[in-house]
């Protein structure tokens, strides 16, 4: 009895396991995320990946009309710490396919207008300070301890 | 060309006198102690990143006229290597920040060269016809174009009567990372606002020193102390098309 049990129960998932294989394979493959220069982003993680379009939108209200130059949220800080540099030299492009933006916004199918206009390397000036302006491990411990 | 301009509705001597006025109250501490504030309007260096431009400063810029010579590109140069206007050699087309003029009178046969670019009026018929409020002055008064909502309209080309902007007709590439420039929208002369908001003048300024021109000044027109306030202040200058009550923060001076 517990046999046959067994081997219906069996029959009947065998099926939907490989059709669990087979849609994986056919699927968009993950997101490949290149890690910024320094020890943490601006902020943290979970709060980057929902928010970090909103937080761009209100940096470029606040620099354009108002002349505000922080640099927290600034996209070309995040192009200068999250581009890589390029086999052939300088860097690649981190609006090209498998760089920090567009690997992302591949996989969620959300096309990313910023560099249509912006530029997608950092210039000379900004690679030197890339990573000055992430949380150093200092500032995440002291975080972690107030939490 | 010639006569002076009107001021129209915005009187710096006035503000000045307002300015002055307010400084010399000060605050007192206790009695025979006072404490004067210190002003830093008017220099750039001293605003912080996170503080937002205020109209205590108006940007301005002095050609003389005389230095400028006949055949020099130094500023045009300049300013397309900073702002990274590399054209696709179609000057049909193509941007255009600052280009060079040469005038002639035909009864004396003298001849004039000068640069010309977005002259950031004071009220900027751009900003006016903008029908998105993508065209707009910044409160230091430089005239700038918002892409994030400019529609590439150019209504605001037919309304410049200085010719100062440029529609972008294809695709960018490269661009510099200060100044972003992309296909279907307007752009003009920003004063190189990157580096100003850094304390340093545009790149034509430094160019025209660096050629041994030294014909253009920069600086605060509401700061009394500045070299181009006490040039403007000494010399006879003219702004172009004064009759038109746009009050451009460009001037010439030997027009």
């Known amino acids: 009895m517990c046999r046959r049990l067994v081997l219906a129960l069996l029959l009947l998932l065998a099926p939907a396991a490989a059709a669990a294989q087979d849609g994986d394979a056919g699927r968009v493959p993950l997101p490949t995320i290149v890690k910024g220069k320094g020890e943490a982003c601006v902020a943290d993680t979970d709060y980057m990946r929902r928010n970090h379009m909103t937080e761009l939108d209100h940096q470029r209200d606040e620099t354009m009309h108002r002349g505000v130059r922080t640099r927290k949220f600034s996209l070309k800080e995040c192009v200068a710490c999250h581009a890589t540099p390029a086999a052939t030299g300088g860097y690649a492009s981190i609006n090209a396919p498998g760089q920090f933006c567009r690997s992302c916004h591949d996989y969620a199918a959300v096309t990313i207008d910023c560099f249509q206009c912006h530029a997608a390397r950092p210039g000379e000036a900004d690679t030197k300070r890339a990573g000055a302006f992430s949380r150093t491990a200092g500032e995440l411990r002291q975080e972690s301890e107030v939490q | ?255």
């Open chain 2, 1 to 255: 060309m010639t006569g002076r301009t009107p001021q129209q509705g915005f009187d710096p001597r006035r503000r000045r006198f307002l300015s002055a006025a307010a400084a010399a109250a000060g605050v007192t501490l206790a009695p025979g102690v006072t404490f004067y504030g210190v002003t830093a309007a008017g220099s750039a260096a001293a605003r912080a990143p996170e503080d937002p431009v205020t109209s205590s400063v108006r940007w301005g810029l002095l050609v003389d006229v005389n230095k400028c010579r006949e055949g020099c590109n130094a500023c045009v140069t300049a300013c397309v290597e900073e702002n990274g206007l590399r054209g696709n050699g179609r000057p049909e087309t193509d941007a255009q920040w600052i280009r060079k003029v040469e005038l002639r009178d035909p009864s004396t046969g003298a001849k004039r060269s000068l640069p010309l670019m977005c002259q950031h009026c004071a009220s900027p018929p751009c900003v006016d016809v903008c029908p998105t409020g993508a065209s707009f002055k910044r409160a230091d008064g430089i005239v700038l174009v918002d892409k994030h909502i400019c529609i590439g309209c150019r209504y605001c080309m037919l309304a410049c009567p200085y010719k100062a902007r440029s529609f972008i007709h294809e695709v960018v590439e490269d661009q510099k990372p200060y100044a972003p420039r992309g296909k279907g929208t307007v752009e003009s002369c920003t004063f190189c606002v990157h580096r100003v908001d850094e304390g340093r003048t545009p790149a034509c300024v430094e160019a025209c020193a660096e050629a041994g021109g030294d014909a253009m000044t920069f600086g605060d027109l509401n700061d009394p102390d500045s070299r181009i306030s006490k040039q403007v202040a000494a010399y006879v200058t003219d702004q172009i098309r004064p009759d038109l009550g746009l009050d451009p923060g460009v001037r010439y001076r030997n027009l």
